[in-house]
């Protein structure tokens, strides 16, 4: 079991909803803030890795999708967009926009279950590439550090050839150079 945590976002307006997602999503072991305003939703999407939005908050208006695209296009994810519309057009619109997930109100706690894990084992692998991302960064800085490093000696030693080389054919010296390039 990855021990990754996460902070789930919940926003919803009704508070029987809000409430139940809440205590089964702190049950999962994740770290769980609840909202029932978009205003107040923005204030901490920065501190969430998941996002679970009813999109009837605030009337079900554009605000909720705006949310959502606000969401997507900083690069945050996953999103689990709620419904009461089992329409599966809807649904498809929904995914087009950015969700991640679609669940239909009343919420299966299985199926919420199912996507909590998916949505931990997201962020645990996100975060294992950001990290992988950093130490092959330091990595590849040291290497760079290192063969500057030893282009160095190979540039000095060119040109130690080089001078070598050339002081031998000025001085008619050729029959030594055999033995100069033994040295190196």
Known sequence: ??????????VDNDPDVLK????????????????????EARTRLQDADILVLDESVNGGDVSSGMLLEEWVHKGHAPVCLLTENADPDVALCMLRDGAYNVLVKPVSM?????????????VYYATRCKEMETEMSD??????????????????RFWVIAILVVVALLTGNIENLSNLFALF
């Open 20 to 39: 139940t997602l809440y205590r089964y999503t702190e049950s999962q072991g994740f770290t769980t803030r609840a909202v029932t305003t978009l205003r």
């Open 1 to 10: 079991m990855l021990t990754t945590q996460c902070t789930v976002l919940i």
């Open 139 to 156: 990595l590849f800085e040291k290497m760079k550090e290192e063969n500057s490093k030893e282009l160095k000696k190979v540039n000095t």
């Open 110 to 122: 299985e199926i919420y279950s199912v996507l909590l894990q998916r949505y931990r084992r997201y």
